[in-house]
Nanobody, 128 residues
Framework: QVQLEESGGGSVQAGGSLRLSCAVS????????MGWFRQALGKEREGVAG???????RYADSVLGRFTISKDNAKNTLYLQMNSLKPEDTAMYYC??????????????????????WGQGTQVTVSA
């Protein structure tokens, strides 16, 4: 089965940067649709960035231009480069994957219900 493990979270001041990593095992990496999600205290989990197995990406409006999702096929690893961090970016960040043979519409890349494999999460805290 698909296994996901996030790393790279931590505490940073506003304006700083972090790079999150998601190590993937248990499935052919290139066949996966993958995404990053986050959940702040008292709020619902929301999609941050996603990448379809054909390379198509989508970002939440709140992070567009600041965050970049990418993959390293040689390392079976998904990344989220986070720049110009803001206090409102503070949340638990989760990596997710789906290998369904059906169509993954671009807008579904940010839908929590579309994914059924999840990592344990890594905390990101941004101070003012």
């Amino acid at each position: 089965q698909v296994q996901l493990e996030e790393s790279g979270g931590g505490s940073v001041q506003a304006g700083g940067s972090l790079r999150l990593s998601c190590a993937v095992s248990g499935y052919t990496f290139s066949r996966l649709h993958m995404g990053w999600f986050r959940q702040a205290l008292g709020k619902e989990r929301e999609g941050v960035a996603g990448v379809r197995r054909d390379g198509t990406t989508r970002y939440a409006d709140s992070v567009l231009g600041r965050f970049t999702i990418s993959k390293d096929n040689a390392k079976n690893t998904l990344y989220l480069q986070m720049n110009s961090l803001k206090p409102e970016d503070t949340a638990m960040y989760y990596c997710a994957a789906d290998f369904s043979p059906g169509q993954m519409y671009e807008w579904l890349l940010l839908d929590t219900q579309r994914y059924n494999y999840w990592g344990q999460g890594t905390q990101v805290t941004v101070s003012a």
